[in-house]
């Protein structure tokens, strides 16, 4: 390293910026950085949901690696878990995304948190995205994502979990049609953040994906 011109901020991570804050640039150079510390991993959890870091900076994932890796304000969280289906999308490098329907059979699994938040979305916070596509985008749209989440069930082995978002689906399905609790529900759903109905992630999950001045070391 030579001195004045590097500075380490991280486990193998140094920048040639030496005046943004690390927390930042982690930030503004987040995916390149999870493709370069855990190659082929598959966005997951809420992290698929949410399009962005929890409120404690922990990024889930599915990918072959034991322990959690702390970055200025994120933590790397990985899991072991099933391979990448075809309908994965592919996203940053060698990173993939989890799609809806994947995502929310995730999310449909109860999860504690041991340190920091949840892995998974609480009940509440899945009826509030759910009625999101509804409201949004309508019937079909939630009947495409009921449908595709019973194929992928079938792939991943959730049956359970299938199960119990086909009756929240449901349920909101009936809600909708008899057009009960609207203004109640109006006013429960403020602050909540809308969800983009077209799904479209990849443009907007952060600024910018271009690694300046950011490199993990490679171990040689």
Known sequence: MKLGRLRKIGSRLYTSNLKEQPENLVLLNLWPLVDAYLPGALIADRTALENRPAVDGSVFLIADHKRDIALPGVTLRPRKGPVALETDRSFIGSLRLAPPARAFL????????????????SVREIEERLDEILRQSGEPAIQ????NARLVANQLGMTNEFQNLDTLIGSLWGHEKRGANRQSGSHARQG????RS???????FLLSWR??????ARRG
């Open 106 to 121: 995730e999310n449909m699994r109860p999860s504690r948190a041991r340190s920091g938040v949840a892995r998974t979305l």
């Open 144 to 147: 495409r994502l009921r449908d």
């Open 192 to 195: 909540y953040r809308t969800i």
């Open 198 to 204: 077209d799904w479209n992630y990849s443009t907007n």
């Open 211 to 216: 690694v300046r001045h950011l490199s993990p």
